[in-house]
């Protein structure tokens, strides 16, 4: 039988491995739609289109790297109810930081690089087109490292 904490460790655990996920899935739809319908006219610019195209996948596996530290190093082992408890409120709230900033930089850097990607398709900008949905990616990072300084801390 689990005990309390490590049934609300793993819920936080998944709510960041989800969020993330969701997050990512749907920004990749918003950019991969954007780019076929760009390259569907000039398949050239497939190259300078992935990267803005893929940059909503990273909150995905920063989620699922939380998930991973979080599941193999702190999951509350057979204490006292109490402690168990507590140490499983601890891994959820640590979890949350990726979660929350990974679901909604994901959905914000999709509309950036979407508008990237229609400029792009109109002119050749280079890669410092991506610069704004990449300046984005900023914010999940600090969501991850947070999370990470957490879950190690506890």
Known sequence: MYSTGYVIAVLGIALCVVLCG???GVGLYKTASATAGVLSENPK???K???LMLLPATQGLYGFLIAIIAASTKLPPLLTAEAATAQGWAIFA?????AISGFISAFFQAKASVNCIYAAAKQDLGFTVAMGPAMIEFYALL????SIIIVLGI
């Not at 640590?94 to 990726?98: D, I, N, S, V």
């Open 45 to 47: 610019k497939f190259g």
């Open 22 to 24: 969701v997050g990512s």
């Open 143 to 146: 969501g991850m490292v947070i």
């Open 94 to 98: 640590a979890c949350l930081p990726m």
């Open 49 to 51: 289109l992935i990267v």
